[in-house]
């Protein structure tokens, strides 16, 4: 059994570095594929670099899993291999149902507290079952543990703040205008990040690995503030002289940051992915090696020293996963344009009422600070910041000086808390730079801010679900595990297995739904010639339409029938279009500005479909979630009379989309008062409709809930079809 335990740790550690790293490349990658700062090879052979660099001296990190979080002296052998083994298992269930439910997570916070919660399990264990009189502080190093968890919170504050520091002193000095003044003054301010990432990545990142001579490393201790003069003197030096043969430095500081940034991620995420299953490893190389299973397991506490080539392979496995990972380039390509230099950048989060309150005391603090300031200095500033047009900015995200930027804070923070041997969290790490940096760059404006605003506190709040679900659920896994014994380990860990094959086919079918933004699809082909961007614009106005018609049609049969899980994914199928339809009203003003001349004039009748598309797909998602909620309270059916009634109504609404879909697959609208009519037909069925309900409500009654349904369904279908109409005499004047 101690040997499958082993084998199966191995298994899942493997797949934790493949979607560990599939999902954390943006991190490291971000600012280099945003900036495009080199071709995609030339950055992924650096960030592999930086990662085979990291893990070899990651071992330092690794003490995290094997002490971090409790004392190994007060378990036995067998006890710390459950735990191990609890913890691993438990962390699959915990991403399996974040991902279902689309919460953000941290693997970095569910390795701590899945931790916490394993070794509490057999901590209380040995206290019910009486073989120890030791108390519940004995067994779990809360100090550590703390310490732990204060600097993952301290790192998203210093991330943010720092971040946003940093690129507001950096735009003043250069602003987006920096090409005249980098060239007098860019060595020294790209020396200043060249020092930074080499004290922190070589004489931090390095001092235990025996490269940098020990002597070298005492007088760089001893001599802090002296050594990083010097190493800025001669970063700034060096870069100069590059300078002189034309050498775009702000590229070469780029790159030197994402080979950082990968080292930092290695050295800091790795014990994520390989820290529990190596300690499982040495737990069980110990008890090899002592003959019998240890009654203490106190040689856990003392440092590792990693062993080389499971570091090395497992670095292979990161750098082959980087490289060859479809998902890492899909999320890496989904950060980038929401890390827009845009201020219209697309968003799908609802405001809140603390986002509203937080940017209307922001404003409120703005306005008392620009009523004390001299108006000579407000308008210097501004000038600072006036952003290049978008012709002049090009196809980038953002510019280089706020690439070099991101890198910079980021890499330092996450080696200082590597140094510190605290498992930061690189995502936060790097999204609260992220956020830091476009808040001071100006794209937090008040198109978006509240939108942003809402997304850092989901984010912040997803820390602590994640810390409250995956110490839960560590906890109840290995008291499953130490109470059922071997039926126990060998059935959770199918269970485990089934949901890692699940998860994998799940993605795999939700990779197929990924695709390009209408709006952009319709821009790209505006590129070619007006006849290609009517084509594309038909396509998408039909698609639409057809999507409506399938998810209405799907909900009313579900209602008939009940079905519950149809219902609940017709809900989901609405929310995603509703979502996609209001994220294009956010992409459509940089759309309608590359207009020319001759579109203007027809430009707003595409502004009338999109708005007319986006109620269209309100209405429906109106009529999908009241039936889904109706059905999963276990309410009362539909009357006879009702599903008769209801079946009547989506007929009629069969045909008038089917007509719609027609026109649009001919782009001929000859039948345009034919759908008038049959709308105004439906409309006064609508009518006839409810006037039988409301007889019947005064004559039987019938069920509160369901009623209430029935007129709902029956406004919003009117709603829903009276847009669907809008949208057809929006497109014929747009295409005549």
Known sequence: ??????????????????????????????????????????????????????????????????????????????????????????????????????????????????????????????????????????????????????????SVVLAFLSGHL????????????????????????????????????????????????????????????????????????????????????????????????????????????????????????????????????????????????????AGVIMVVTLFTSKKAMRVIETERKLSSQSEEAPTNSEATVASRGIVRGARALNDAILAITPKRVINWIDSRFEPLP?????????????????????????????????????????????????????????????????????????????????FIIALAVTLALVYGGQFAIIGVTVLCVGLIIKSNISGKKGEEKVEESAVAKIGDALKQSPEEALITYTEHVCASMEKVTMIYDRTIVAVFKENRKILRDMVREAEDFYHSTRQQKYELLPLLRNLQDSDVNTGHYYVQVVDYISETSKALLHITRPCYKHVDNNHTGLSKEQVYDLKRINDRVEEIFGEINKMLRTRSFDSMERVLNMRDEMFDLIDEVMQNQLRRLRDTGGSSSANMLFFNILTETKTMVLHSRNIMKSLEHFIQ
Do not use: H
């Open 390 to 470: 978008e012709e002049e900015r090009g196809d980038v995200n953002y510019d280089l000086i706020r690439a070099t930027v991101n890198l910079t804070a980021a890499a330092i923070l996450i080696s200082i808390g590597t140094q510190l041997k605290l498992p930061l969290s690189t995502t936060y790490v790097v999204f609260m730079v992220s956020m830091g940096t476009s808040l001071a760059d100006r794209a937090w404006g008040r198109e978006s801010a509240v939108y942003r605003i809402t997304g850092v506190t989901t984010v912040i709040m997803g820390w602590f679900v994640t810390a409250v679900g995956g």
């Open 166 to 313: 940093l690129m507001y002193i950096s735009r003043l000095i250069f602003s987006f205008r920096y090409s005249k003044i980098f060239s007098r003054y860019g060595a020294l301010w790209c020396g200043i990040t060249v020092a930074g990432i080499i004290y922190f990545t070589v004489f931090k990142g390095l001092k235990s690995s025996g490269i940098i001579p020990e002597a070298i490393t005492a007088y760089v201790n001893e001599n802090t503030t002296i050594s990083l003069l010097m190493l800025w003197a001669a970063s700034s030096v060096l870069l100069w002289v590059l300078q002189r043969f034309n050498v775009n430095i702000l590229r070469v500081s780029i790159l030197a940051g994402t080979f950082s940034l990968a080292l930092a991620f290695a050295g800091n995420d790795l014990v994520n992915f390989i820290g529990v299953p190596y300690a499982g490893y040495d737990s069980y190389m110990i008890a090899q090696a002592a003959g019998e299973a240890p009654t203490s397991m106190s040689a856990l506490a003392n440092p590792t020293q990693a062993n080389f080539w499971i570091m090395c392979a």
């Open 1 to 154: 059994m101690d040997l499958f335990i082993v084998i199966t740790l191995a298994l899942l550690a493997v797949m934790g570095i493949i979607v560990g790293v599939s999902n954390d490349a943006v991190n490291f990658l971000n600012s280099a594929f945003g900036s495009k700062v080199a071709k995609k090879n030339v950055i992924l052979g650096v960030a592999g670099f930086g990662v085979m660099v990291g893990v070899m001296t990651s071992s330092g990190m690794m003490d995290v899993a094997r002490s971090g979080v409790f004392y190994p002296a007060m378990f036995s052998y067998q006890e710390i291999m459950i735990l191990f083994l609890g913890m691993m298992l438990s962390n699959i269930i915990l991403l399996d149902i974040y991902n279902s439910l689309g919460l953000p997570t941290s693997t970095t916070v569910s390795l701590v507290f899945g931790l916490l919660g394993s070794a509490m399990a057999l901590a209380l264990y040995n206290i019910w079952s009486g073989t120890t009189t030791a108390s519940l502080g004995e067994f779990i190093n809360s100090g550590n543990a703390l310490a732990i968890v204060s600097g993952i919170l301290l």
